[in-house]
């Protein structure tokens, strides 16, 4: 949330942006439950070239889903929820 310093911090507009941030927040954390982390790291387009070269709407490259913590700690934690014992879940961690 960068634009934080962009947005004017006395007045409406500093309150407004308070409560937009809270909002995307509030919903990003109930998008990365490790089932949605699943699904994107098993979704191939997200690990394409022509993908990957291309810039996010803040202008930054994109980067593949395995070298985003927060996607990686959340397919491990759907792989946990899902094996059968810790044998299968220590062979995925190495």
Same mark, same amino acid.
């Given at each position: 949330?960068?634009?934080?310093?962009?947005?004017?911090?006395?007045?409406?507009?500093?309150?407004?942006?308070?409560?937009?941030?809270?909002?995307?927040?509030?919903?990003?954390? *109930?998008?990365? &439950?490790?089932?949605?982390?699943?699904? $994107?790291?098993? !979704? /191939?387009?997200?690990?394409?070239? %022509?993908?990957?070269?291309?810039?996010?709407?803040?202008?930054?490259?994109?980067?593949?889903?395995?070298?985003? *913590?927060?996607? &990686?700690?959340?397919?491990?934690?759907? $792989?946990?929820? !899902? /094996?059968?014992?810790?044998?299968? %879940?220590?062979?995925?961690?190495?």
């Amino acid at each position: 949330m960068d634009n934080a310093a962009n947005c004017k911090v006395a007045g409406e507009e500093g309150q407004e942006f308070i409560i937009v941030e809270n909002t995307v927040l509030a919903r990003w954390e *109930k998008m990365t &439950i490790p089932l949605h982390c699943l699904g $994107f790291a098993l !979704t /191939l387009r997200f690990y394409d070239k %022509t993908y990957l070269s291309t810039k996010a709407p803040s202008g930054i490259l994109i980067k593949a889903l395995n070298l985003d *913590k927060e996607v &990686i700690v959340g397919v491990i934690e759907a $792989f946990k929820r !899902t /094996l059968e014992n810790n044998e299968e %879940t220590q062979m995925l961690q190495a």
